[in-house]
């Protein structure tokens, strides 16, 4: 049965989407991407994944929104008036279709049965359980380690996932962040070496570049 | 009526072609990048969607807290992943938007096709 | 500067900002009790700085948040996060495999090395956003 709230959100959502889609006010467009973001940490958090939530208001209503208005204060304002042209509507729906037709084999929203909650995400869920409820009760007695399955013991399973068990994943996302960080340096910190160098040099420098 | 039960999935994909469209659709560069974020967004939240159990609470273990059923932690990991690669490529993206500027004077699609196609 | 007479944005940017910072630290270190973690906590973080860099001018946060140190930590936090998991691999173990962080319980082990690990992930995310903030507003401002 689905709340009110979440019906509510998503026709929040796809009214922001539409609207996004059809603003020529690219500032105005910027900030409701920030809402965009909020609105769909809200429904992470009623999805139950508060962590995704978390992140997502931080990065998409906070930071991602900074980062466009900075860039639409070097680039244009607003964005030309354009006909409506049919192709794009064609391929989108077309898309769409396939999609939603792939939807039909998949398990209902919700489903505790379903595959995705099997394997290796019931095992997290129930190693983590133990270890952290045992440590509850006997603190000094180390847990569950005698038996040759590893826990982490905290109460957050993504945050003992994330960190733990899928240590490298993070490294790797970590890493990621670090060249992209290095990207936009080489890409937009030219001006700043420039001005370092003495006047006769950049004046050299400007007329052969 | 089985098919009630993937109403989620089904408003998620059209969130996801609204934001396709804008990407295949306007011509403006920033526009696109606002395109790829909701369809990126849509994409996180069709896969957290998969980790939703009925009667579940946040992965999160309470004090004392016995036989409870929590969400599906493991599509919520991969997706703040996701996130983060998401925001480093948008960073990326906005970086060569700004030197497409400086270069062409202009970030609207059309307008970068026409002047490549004189400087041939 | 039109930024200078705005006078109500001067003063309650600068009575929440260190709340901000409250809260990033708070998201760090109760990342494994709640939601929330290195990741996001940086990003708070950064969040806090760019609030006081778009109020106070680019020059102002430069005095109080040096470009030079920023880029030091984006590698800094990575790697603390590569050096815990070459401490556990001089240690005997696999790399990233936190057990032998602590001799007497592995337990305690596996949560020093979380906490250094969310650690890292904080620092580095805080400095690339920041960074990449200075960058795009740095380009703007010659």
């Known amino acids: 049965m689905p709340l009110p709230i979440e019906i509510v959100l998503f026709i929040f959502l796809l009214t922001t989407a539409v609207v996004i ?26 999805m139950d994944a508060v962590d995704v939530a978390f992140t997502e208001a931080a990065v998409g209503a906070g930071v991602a929104t900074v980062f466009i208005l900075c860039t639409l204060s070097l680039t244009a304002k607003r964005e030309y008036q354009q006909p409506t042209r049919i192709l794009p509507f064609i391929v989108v729906g077309i898309t769409g279709a396939a999609l939603i ?3 039909l084999d998949m398990p209902a929203y919700g489903d505790p049965d379903a595959v995705p909650h099997g394997h290796l995400s019931a095992k997290f869920i129930e190693i983590e359980e133990k270890a952290f409820l045992s440590q509850d ?5 180390p847990a569950q380690h005698g038996s040759g399955e590893k826990a982490v013991g905290l109460p957050n399973i993504v945050t003992s996932i994330l960190a733990s068990y899928r240590g490298y994943d993070t490294f790797g996302e970590t890493a990621v962040i670090f060249t992209a960080t290095i990207g936009v340096m080489l890409l937009l910190r030219t001006r700043r070496r420039e001005k370092k160098v003495s006047p006769p040099n950049r004046d050299q420098m400007e007329t052969t570049s | 009526m089985q098919w009630l039960g993937l109403w989620h999935y089904w408003a998620v994909i059209i969130l996801m072609m609204i934001g396709l469209y804008i990407v295949i659709a306007r011509d403006n560069l920033v526009k696109k990048v606002m395109g790829l974020s909701i369809f990126q967004v849509s994409v996180i939240m069709f896969y957290v969607s998969t980790g939703k159990v009925e009667g579940g609470t946040a992965p999160i273990i309470p004090e004392g807290g016995h036989d409870l ?5 493991l599509p919520h990991v991969l997706m703040l992943t996701a996130i983060v690669v998401g925001i480093s490529t948008t960073a990326l993206a906005l970086a060569l938007i700004v030197r497409i500027q400086e270069a062409y ?9 026409a002047i490549d196609g004189a400087a041939l | 500067m039109r930024m200078r007479e705005k006078i109500i944005l001067r003063v309650v940017s600068k009575a929440f900002i260190p709340f901000i910072f409250l809260f990033a630290l708070y998201i760090q270190f109760h990342g494994d009790f709640g939601p929330g973690g290195g990741f996001q906590a940086g990003v708070v ?20 948040v040096p470009e030079r140190l920023m880029e030091y930590g984006i590698v ?21 495999d936190y057990d032998v962080l602590n001799a007497h319980d592995p337990t305690h082990g596996q949560h020093l090395g979380i906490l250094l690990v969310e650690l890292g992930v904080g620092i580095t995310v805080t400095c690339a956003m920041t960074t990449i903030f200075y960058a795009l507003a740095g380009r703007g401002e010659k």
């Open chain 1, 21 to 46: 889609a059809r603003l020529e006010d690219l500032f105005a467009a910027a900030m409701l991407t920030g809402i965009f973001s909020l609105l769909s940490a809200g429904l992470f958090t009623i």
């Open chain 1, 101 to 103: 037709y792939g939807t």
């Open chain 1, 137 to 141: 009760k006997h603190a000094a007695e």
């Open chain 2, 69 to 73: 059923v929590y969400s599906n932690p």
């Open chain 2, 105 to 113: 004077g202009t970030v609207e699609d059309d307008e970068l096709n």
């Open chain 3, 45 to 64: 973080f950064a969040a806090g700085i760019i609030l006081y860099g778009v109020i106070f001018g680019l020059d102002t946060m430069r005095l109080a």
């Open chain 3, 76 to 96: 800094l936090g990575l790697i603390l996060y590569g050096g815990v998991g070459i401490v556990s691999l001089i240690s005997g173990a696999n790399f990233l």
